[in-house]
């Protein structure tokens, strides 16, 4: 525990890092209590104060993308500026003192060798403090002013991710000491993504497929499952049934390290949505920008795009929503969108339609494995 102290002695006088690291419990108590002797040194001294809390700054303006050298993979990462939460200031004071709450928590489920999700954690805050925390999001946003204060990811704070995540096809997982699933006997319904996530760190994984196809969602997921399409095209099938979490994530970047030669594929639909979807699959985001690395991967987008709307009949393009409109505007002013990704926007945009997937099976109900096929073997993906 001593060397645990000294080593968060030194991570709080170098404000040069901008990550979350992979921590153990002992190494996360001392940084909690590292930073407490911290607010209490400064609140004891001959001119006392109490201290705000420097966080990393976790908005657009603090972010950069991280262009790989070695690999193809790109990621968000925010850089050296810093946001605070102060008890002196009135609109700030509650979020000052979540920060300790939840830190002070955290700690206590470490101490107990305890895992819990972001709901379980929830409810326990809200028992423990009901006059801090009256939502699901307050806590949320707790955790990250947590991380981006200890910079050590939500996983090391004893938080575990809440799993939507379904993958198939030729896939062979196995964790230590267990047996082996097969993810092409699991049925439509696929093999259930873990939300602990060192389980799938450790998982051992085999497979013979040739790419990875990432599905927006549930339902073209359980057609393709249905349909036994990685057995016509060799194939893993991973969805996160929507907006991703971060443990449908973490699998697809373990596969994208464990079978660095499979192109990464993604189906989703033609609005802003859909790319926003992909873009948090492949350079992660900014609200989690200092774990990003540890989940971005090198993601084509397979379609549905602007060239595919020939196949779609026009009364099956939906108008965009005021949502879509607000989710373009803040991907154009996005510094992550590579230039092919802002052009199918910007025809999404001047079109003001969108195309959902559904749409294609208009040429049958067997028609999006063919879709599929002729686009992979064109290697018609951006």
Known sequence: MEEACKSSLNFFSDQQLCYADVLSPLEVIARIQVAVLNFLR???????????????????????????????????????????RSLERPNAAKAFIRVWKVMAMCSQILGQEKKVTQRELFYKLLCDSPGYFSSQSQVNRTVQDVVALLRCSRYSLGIMASSRGLVAGRLLLQEPNQGVV????????????????SSIDNLIMKTDARYIIVVEK??????LVDDRVFNQIPSIIITAKGYPDIATRLLLHRMSRAFPD????????????????????????????????RYACNVKWLGVRGD???????????????KDLQIAKSLMSSEILQENYREELTLMVERGQRAEIEALYFHGNDYLGKFIAKKIVQANYI
């Open 308 to 322: 595919d709307l020939e196949l779609i009949p026009e009364q099956a393009l939906v108008p965009l929503k005021p």
């Open 182 to 197: 097969d993810c092409a006997a699991c049925g439509f319904s696929g093999h259930g993504i873990s939300g602990d996530l």
């Open 262 to 293: 499979l192109p990464i594929l993604a189906l989703v639909d033609w609005n802003p949505a859909g790319l926003a979807i992909l873009c948090t699959f492949k350079f992660g985001s900014i609200g989690m920008g200092l774990e990003a690395y």
């Open 218 to 223: 549930h339902a073209i997921f359980q057609r």
């Open 42 to 84: 400064i609140l004891t001294s001959p001119a006392p104060a109490i201290s705000d809390l420097p966080l990393v700054a976790r908005k657009s303006s603090n972010s950069r993308l991280s262009q790989g050298l070695l690999t193809q993979t790109s990621w968000i990462f925010l850089t050296n500026a810093f946001s605070t």
